[in-house]
C-alpha cells in the first residue's frame, strides 16, 4: 500500500523517536549571529530534540530548572551517521572540543539535546559557530 | 428531596474545598520544588547562563576563592611552574589557567587539570577527553562528575566518567549497571574512571565522609553501551563528502 505525504512525515517522526531516539519538537530560534537555539520544549524521558544540519564548533544541551538532572548533548554526522560527541552531565552540558575538527572541516552534523532522566522535562539546546574556530 | 439536594450541596462544597486544598498543597509543593535555596540555585542558574553565553567557557576569576580552596587539597599546593604549558583542550574551558592545577595524570596519558572559575571549578584534560565545569555548591557536595561517551579524543571502546570529590571523601567506589561495584581512586580530588563500554558501566559513585554516605548519579545514560562512536576513518570520509559538495556549489 502506498504511503501518502502525511503518512511518511509521521513515519519520519517515529523513525526519528525510535531509530535515533530523538523527537525534533520545535523551531529553532537565531539567539544572536553566532548561535542558534533548538529544543526549549519538554521532552519524554531518555529522549532527545535535534537540529539538523549543523556545522558547529559547540553544542550545548541544559536543563533550565533546578535541581539539576541528567542532561546529554550530542552529535552525530548528518544525516544518519556516527556519533562525533557525546558527553552527559547533571543540569549543563557541552561538547567541549570534540567539535572542532569537524566544524573547521565544515562537515555537517545532527545536533542533539537530549533528557537523560526518568521524567518528562524542558531541555534547551544551543549550538555555535563562528567566533574565530574557522567555521 | 430537599434533604438530598443538601446533602448534595454539601458534599460538592467538600469536594470543592478538598480540590481547593488539594491546589492550594500542589502550589506550595511546586513553591518549594521550585525555589529550593534560592541564593544557591541562583547562584548555580548564574554559572550556567554565564557558560552558555560565553561560548562555553567559564568566567576566569583573580584568585582561588576560600571555600573551594578550604575544601579542595589540590588548590592548596603550589601552582604549576608557569613554564609548564596549559594544553589547548584546557584553555578551552575557560576560568582562570594562571591558577590550574594538573591532578591526576591517567594510564592513558591525559592529564586532567582543575581550573578555578567565578563561581565554580572546571575539570579539563590535555587530550580533551574530560571537561566540564561545576558551580562551588555541586564541587562543595561531589555533585561534580560528568561522562564522555563519545570524543574524537577517546578510543571508540570506551566510556570515561571524571569527577571532583571534596576533601575526606573514602571508600569511594562506582556501583556498576550489573549490581556490581569497583573501588575509585581520588588523586588530588580527582578520579577518572575508563571503562570498556562492551561490559557494565558506571551508574553512581559513592563515597563516605565524615558526615554520612553520599552519591552522585554517574551520569553515563543507560544506552552508553550500544553507541555507534565516529572513527578517524567516519571523519575523513565525511571530510571527503563535504569537500566534494563544496566543489560541486
Redesign the interface.
Known sequence: MPINRRGRNWLAVAVAALGL?GVSLAAPTVSNA?STSYCGVPIPA?TACSYQPAITH?N?A?YP????I?V?Q?AN?YPN??????????????????LY??CR????LTVYA?N?SDYRHTING?F?YG?GFGC | MRRDKLRFKRRRSVIGLVLVGAAVSAASLVGVALGGDSEEDSAAQHFYSTLAENDGRAEPVQSIPAALSSRLSVLREEPRSPSTAIPAPVRAVGGDTRLARPAVTTSGGDTVFVVPASGGLCIASSLGRASGCFPTESILTGQAASSTICSPSLPTDLVEVAGVLPDGAYNVRAELSDGTSIEVAVTNNVYVIDMKRSGPLPTRIEWDSADGHHWTPSTVPPDAGSADCATPEDFAKAKAKAKAAASSR
Open positions: 531516539g553566532n531518555h559547540l550545548v541544559s530548572g533546578s535541581p539539576g541528567n546529554c550530542r554526522i551517521g556516527a556519533q562525533v560527541s557525546q558527553r552527559c552531565k547533571l543540569q549543563q552540558v557541552n561538547s567541549g572540543t570534540d575538527s569537524w572541516a565544515r562537515i555537517p537530549g537523560s544551543l555555535e567566533n
